[in-house]
Nanobody, 128 residues
Framework: QVQLVESGGGLVQAGDSLRLSCAAS????????MAWFRQAPGKERELIAV????????FYVDSVKGRFTVSRDHARDTVYLQMNNLKPEDTAVYSC?????????????????????WGQGTQVTVSS
C-alpha cells in the first residue's frame, strides 16, 4: 500500500519553528517532485512549496518565502518542511503530495490535480 505520512505538527507560539516530515512507504518517491499544501479553516487548500526530485529546484508561495524551506532526504525517502518565524495565519492542516506523471527533472507541478498521492495531513496551530 502506497502511503505518505506526515508528522511534526503541533501547537506553537508566533515566532516559533516547526519541522514537518513526510515519509513515503509502499513505493519509492525519490524520483518524483513533491509538494506541501495547507488548508486553513474555511479556506481552500493552497500550495505552499514544491521540490523537484533531487532538491535542485524549489518553489515557494510568496506568503512563506524566506520563512519556510522544503528539502528531501533520498536515503529516508522523506520530504521536510522547515517552518521558521511562524505566524497565526500559518495555522492549517499541512499535507504532502507526490506527482509521478512527469519525466522532466526540473518541472515543479503547482496544480493540486497534478498530484497523485496525498498524505492525511498534520495540524499546525500558531497562537498569537
Amino acid at each position: 500500500q502506497v502511503q505518505l505520512v506526515e508528522s511534526g505538527g503541533g501547537l506553537v507560539q508566533a515566532g516559533d519553528s516547526l519541522r514537518l516530515s513526510c515519509a513515503a512507504s509502499g513505493r519509492s518517491f525519490i524520483t518524483f517532485p513533491m509538494a506541501w499544501f495547507r488548508q486553513a479553516p474555511g479556506k481552500e487548500r493552497e500550495l505552499i512549496a514544491v521540490i523537484n526530485w533531487n532538491g535542485g529546484s524549489t518553489f515557494y508561495v510568496d506568503s512563506v518565502k524566506g520563512r519556510f524551506t522544503v528539502s528531501r532526504d533520498h536515503a529516508r525517502d522523506t520530504v521536510y518542511l522547515q517552518m521558521n518565524n511562524l505566524k497565526p495565519e500559518d495555522t492549517a492542516v499541512y499535507s504532502c503530495a507526490a506527482s509521478h506523471r512527469y519525466n522532466v527533472p526540473t518541472y515543479l507541478p503547482k496544480g493540486q490535480d497534478e498530484y497523485d498521492y496525498w498524505g492525511q495531513g498534520t495540524q499546525v496551530t500558531v497562537s498569537s
